[in-house]
């Protein structure tokens, strides 16, 4: 009986034994797999970091072109605005020195309206011509620097328009690469 019981005893300590072993080897498994689960959320975190920095980086970078060109355009826009209203003063300046003019040609024309009616009408309506027709060119003259104005403007727009949509165009073309080029992580 005692060698029943001792055979006994061996096998428990045995299943005893066995049971450990296999409790550790569980263990180191689960360890195995927690540093593995580790080591991959570490290369993830790194590319996540990698990724947003580069994100970053192109959204800068497009953000700073961008703001040199509405700059660069303000600063067009600026310089037209002031050609602009110089030319407009020198038509002003021209028109009230016509006028000048035209009210000194009035003052001399009336001892000939006293003396000849008929040629002083005549060289009045003469001067009111070409008085009418010196404030037509100056007006002229106006419309043209407006029109000419305009059309750098809307050139200086379009190249604008044009370097931004290189801009936006190249910041895209820059992502999809940093998107194409991360690793996708994998599906268990």
């Known amino acids: 009986m005692e060698e029943q019981s001792t055979r006994a005893q061996e096998s428990a300590r045995q299943a005893q034994e066995s049971a450990r072993q296999a409790q550790e080897s569980a263990g180191r498994r689960l360890q195995q797999?927690?540093?593995e689960a580790a080591k991959d959320t570490t290369r993830v975190a790194g590319q996540l970091t990698g990724l947003g920095t580069e994100t970053l980086?192109?959204?800068?970078d497009a953000a700073q072109h961008?703001?040199?060109d509405v700059l660069e355009l303000s600063a067009q826009v600026t310089r037209e605005r002031a050609r602009l209203m110089t030319e407009w003063q020198q038509a002003n300046l021209d028109a009230m020195r016509e006028?000048?003019?035209v009210a000194l040609?009035?003052?001399?024309l009336w001892p000939e309206f006293l003396r000849d009616p008929i040629r002083g009408y005549q060289?009045?309506?003469e001067q009111s011509i070409e008085a009418s027709h010196h404030v037509l060119g100056l007006a002229r003259r106006n419309a043209e620097t407006l029109a000419q104005s305009c059309q750098r403007l809307e050139r200086a727009a379009d190249d604008t328009t044009r370097?931004?949509?290189e801009t936006f165009r190249e910041a895209s073309t820059k992502m999809q690469d940093?998107?194409?080029r991360t690793d996708r992580p994998r599906v268990a």
């Open 105 to 108: 040609r009035w003052a001399t």
């Open 178 to 180: 940093v998107y194409a």
């Open 163 to 165: 370097t931004l949509g």
């Open 33 to 35: 797999q927690a540093r």
């Open 99 to 101: 006028m000048q003019t």
């Open 66 to 68: 961008a703001l040199r």
């Open 57 to 60: 980086t192109v959204c800068t």
């Open 123 to 125: 060289r009045s309506l």
